[in-house]
C-alpha cells in the first residue's frame, strides 16, 4: 500500500503526517514535542512519531509532500511581489536566496531519502486539508490567512479528487494581516493571539466599525483590498502605520489594563472581519453553486466568524477541519498529491481529531511514581472525573491519543462544573493564569446540542460559535460568553467514546449533558503531550485533581 508523507516546514506550526493508501494514520505538530509554541523548528519528531505510528522506515515511503510552492514558481512570484512594492530583503532572503531550500536539503542527506518529493503551494495545501478532508463530494473552497507563497486568500470549487482554482488574492492585501496587526497594536501577540481578540470583541462597541471598514473594503466578485496607508506590515516595520498611532493613539502595552480604545477596536477587527469573509463567501456561492462549504486557513480558526459564514451565505454544510491553521498543511500536502496529483480516489475523511501521541497506562503508572505523586487506581475514569466535576473540582483530562489542532477536544482537556458561574474565573485566574475575558467551551452530548443551542449544527471540532438558548444560559453560565454564545464542541460515543461517558455520568448526575473544556495547558505553553507535562501543570496550578489513563491524582 502506498505510504505518504506530508510535512509543513517552511513556516511556523511545522508538523508531519503519515497517509497509508490514502488514510490517515498519524498527524502531529512540532511544538507538542519541543515545547515551542508556533514552533519554526524542522519537525523532525513529529516525523518520527509519525513512522513510529505507521509502524514504517523513511526507505518505505513512497512520496514526500512538501508544503511549499515549487522553486520556479516561488521566483516567479517574488519578481511579481517586486514589482507590487515589496520589500527586497522579504523577497531575497524569504523567497530567492538558495537557504530557502536547505531544510529540504538537510531532509534529504540526513534521512537518506531517494524516493520523489513533491512541493505542493501554500493554499494548494489549506485547500486540500479542508476539501480532501470533509464528508463533501464537492463544495465551494475557500481559504484564508495572512499569507502564504504571496497569496493570501483563494477560492475554488472541489470535486472529487480534483480542485479547481476559481480565484486569488495576493498579499499585501490580506484580511489574516489587518486583523493579526491590530491583534499587536491591543498588545497581543500576532499570529498566536488573535483569539485573544475574538474573546475581547464582545465587550466593545460598534463606534469604530466604519472606521476600520474603510481599511478593508471589497472590491469586485469576492475580491477585496486592504487600504495600506494605515499598516506597515507590508514594509516589515511596525504592523500598523504612523498615520494609525495619529488617530488612535499609542498600542496597549501588554499585560497593562483595556480600555475602552481597545475593546471597540476588538469589535470593530472582528465585525470588518466576518463582513468581508461574507462578501467572499456569498461570492463563491454564486459563482460555484455549491450547497457546501469548506473552509481552511488561520482565519478559520475565527469560530465567531464561521457560523456566520454559514447563516448569511447561502451554504447548507460547513466542514472546517481542526488543523485549519499551517500545521495542517502536512496533510493537505499529503493530500494534494494523493488524489489531485497521482488521481486517487477518495474514501478517508475526518471523522475526529485523535491521530497525535496515546501513552499506556503502565508507563503512565512509571512517570507517576518517579514523579513521587500519590495516585490510586479508578475502576471507572469516566465516571469518577464526573463525579469529581459534581463536587465543584477542576479536573484535568488525559486519555488516548492526543488530539490535533489547537483546541482541545476531550483527550488533553481541563474540565469543569459548567453550572457554577465562578468557575469561569477559578480556571481562567488560578489554572489557565490567563485574561480575564477570554471565554470556555460547552464540550455537549450531540444528541442534546439542538436543546441548548439556537441554530444547532453539529461542531466535533469546536469552529463554530452559536447563540446558547435563552433557558440555558442560566443552566450553563460558566461557558455563556458575555453575547449569550458558545463555541460548542458537539461529543459523539462513536467518535469520543470515553469523553462522551464522561459527559453521560455527569449529565446522569446533574441533569446537565455539557462539561466546561478548555486546553490542557498554562499559559504561553503548548498542550500537554507527555504524562509529566501533565504531571507539572497540575502541581503548579490549582487544578485539583488529574486523571491520567485510568491512574486519579487528587490534591
Known amino acids: 500500500m502506498p505510504a505518504l508523507l506530508g510535512i509543513n516546514c517552511f513556516s511556523h506550526d511545522t508538523a508531519a503526517c503519515i497517509l497509508v493508501d490514502g488514510e490517515l494514520i498519524a498527524l502531529a505538530e512540532e511544538e507538542r514535542f519541543n515545547r515551542d509554541r508556533h514552533t519554526k523548528a524542522f519537525p523532525d519528531s513529529a516525523i518520527a512519531f509519525c513512522l513510529r505510528k505507521a509502524g514504517l522506515t523513511i526507505g518505505e515511503i513512497d512520496v514526500v509532500a512538501v508544503a511549499q510552492r515549487p522553486g520556479r514558481d516561488l521566483l516567479l512570484g517574488a519578481v511579481d511581489a517586486l514589482r507590487r512594492g515589496a520589500p527586497k530583503r522579504l523577497a531575497a532572503q524569504t523567497y530567492i536566496d538558495a537557504r530557502l531550500y536547505a531544510k529540504e536539503i538537510a ?58 482554482f476559481i480565484d486569488q488574492v495576493a498579499n499585501p492585501h490580506s484580511i489574516g494581516e489587518v486583523y493579526s496587526a491590530i491583534t499587536w497594536y491591543l498588545g497581543f501577540l500576532p499570529n498566536a493571539d488573535e483569539g485573544k481578540v475574538m474573546g475581547l470583541a464582545p465587550y466593545g462597541e460598534d463606534g469604530l466599525v466604519n472606521a476600520i471598514s474603510e ?48 475593546k471597540d477596536l476588538a469589535y470593530a477587527v472582528q465585525a470588518v472581519t466576518e463582513n468581508a469573509c461574507i462578501y467572499i463567501a456569498n461570492s463563491l456561492r454564486q459563482l460555484t453553486g455549491q450547497a457546501n462549504l469548506c473552509l481552511s486557513g488561520g482565519v478559520a480558526l475565527n469560530s465567531v466568524m464561521n457560523a456566520k459564514l ?12 481542526p488543523t485549519a491553521s499551517d500545521a495542517g498543511n502536512a496533510l493537505g500536502a499529503a493530500l494534494w498529491a494523493w488524489h489531485h496529483l497521482m488521481g486517487n480516489d477518495r474514501g478517508w475523511e475526518m471523522r475526529h481529531a485523535f491521530y497525535g501521541e496515546e501513552y499506556a497506562d503502565e508507563d503512565i503508572a512509571v512517570v507517576l511514581k518517579r514523579s513521587g ?56 485566574a488560578r ?6 475575558f477570554r471565554p470556555f467551551a460547552p464540550s455537549i452530548l450531540a444528541e442534546h446540542g439542538h436543546e441548548y443551542f439556537e441554530r444547532y449544527y453539529p461542531t466535533p471540532f469546536m469552529t463554530m460559535v452559536l447563540p446558547i438558548k435563552s ?37 446522569h448526575k446533574t441533569g446537565v449533558p455539557v462539561v466546561l473544556n478548555t486546553s490542557f495547558n498554562v499559559r504561553g505553553e503548548p498542550i500537554v503531550h507527555r504524562p509529566e507535562e501533565a504531571i507539572a501543570d497540575f502541581l503548579n496550578s490549582d487544578m485539583d485533581a488529574v486523571v491520567l489513563g485510568r491512574y486519579i491524582v487528587e490534591k
Open 107 to 164: 531532509f534529504r542527506k540526513r534521512y537518506g531519502f531517494r524516493g520523489h518529493l513533491v512541493r505542493v503551494g501554500h493554499h494548494e495545501a489549506h485547500a486540500a486539508n479542508a476539501f480532501f478532508s470533509s464528508p463533501f463530494d464537492s463544495a465551494a473552497v475557500l481559504t484564508v490567512d495572512r499569507g502564504g507563497d504571496f497569496l493570501s486568500t483563494s477560492m475554488a470549487v472541489g470535486e472529487g479528487s480534483h480542485i479547481r
Open 215 to 262: 481599511m478593508l473594503y471589497p472590491t469586485r466578485a469576492g475580491r477585496f483590498k486592504v487600504n495600506l496607508s494605515w499598516f506597515g506590515y507590508q514594509r516589515e516595520g511596525s504592523p500598523v502605520s504612523a498615520k494609525f498611532y495619529n488617530v488612535y493613539g499609542p498600542k496597549r502595552v501588554p499585560e497593562t489594563g483595556i480600555t475602552s480604545r481597545d
Open 310 to 321: 454559514l447563516e448569511h451565505c447561502g451554504f447548507e454544510n460547513i466542514f472546517i477541519p
Open 373 to 428: 505523586v500519590p495516585f490510586r487506581e479508578a475502576v471507572d475514569p469516566a465516571a469518577e472525573a464526573a463525579e469529581l466535576l459534581t463536587r465543584g473540582k477542576v479536573v484535568g483530562w488525559f486519555q488516548g491519543r492526543a488530539e490535533v489542532g489547537p483546541r482541545a477536544l476531550g483527550a488533553r482537556s481541563i474540565l469543569a462544573d459548567p453550572r457554577r458561574s465562578e468557575m469561569r474565573d477559578i480556571v481562567n
Open 431 to 436: 489554572v489557565k493564569r490567563r485574561e480575564w
Open 471 to 507: 433557558d440555558k444560559k442560566e443552566v450553563i453560565p460558566a461557558v455563556c460568553h458575555v453575547d449569550g454564545t458558545g463555541r460548542l464542541q458537539t461529543v459523539t460515543k462513536d467518535d469520543n467514546p470515553l469523553f462522551h461517558q464522561l459527559i453521560r455520568e455527569f449529565a
